[in-house]
């Protein structure tokens, strides 16, 4: 089970801070993805961590803006989302696959929503402009 927390409204140019937990599991061992799915659009890759060594991707429309990065401590992976635009309102939802699998033992990891297996639920964030 996947729980994202830290959604919320803000205005263009603010940020957020998004966590993806999970119990039981050590989240270390799963290649972990956030992707997005605003009103009548697809869902879309975001951004993925590696359970491997730790490989990044970021979406073009995300980069150099979005950071993704695991607290081993709290068991989490986190997305910072920094200078928000409007376009960037949508429910986020984070993903894991296990290392068990096939996508999850690779050394990079997918913005492919089919690479993954375990779902949660989405937090939304709605920035205003």
């Known amino acids: 089970q996947l729980v994202e927390s830290g959604g919320g409204s803000v205005q263009a140019g603010g940020s957020l801070r998004l966590s993806c937990r999970t119990t039981?599991?050590?989240?270390?061992?799963?290649?972990v993805g956030w992707f997005r799915q605003a009103p009548g659009k697809e869902r879309e890759g975001v951004s993925c961590?590696?359970?491997?060594?730790?490989?990044?991707v970021y979406a073009d429309s995300v980069k150099d803006r979005f950071a993704i990065s695991r607290d081993n401590a709290e068991n989490t992976v986190d997305l910072q989302v920094d200078l928000l635009k409007p376009e960037d309102t949508a429910v986020y939802y984070c993903?894991?696959?296990?290392?068990?699998?096939?996508?999850?033992?690779?050394?990079?990891?997918?913005?492919?929503?089919?690479?993954?297996?375990?779902w949660g639920q989405g937090t939304q964030v709605t920035v205003s402009s």
């Open positions: 039981g599991d050590t989240l270390d061992d799963y290649t």
């Open positions: 993903a894991a696959v296990g290392r068990g699998d096939y996508y999850g033992s690779l050394h990079y990891c997918s913005l492919l929503d089919d690479d993954y297996h375990t």
């Open positions: 961590i590696s359970s491997s060594d730790g490989d990044v």
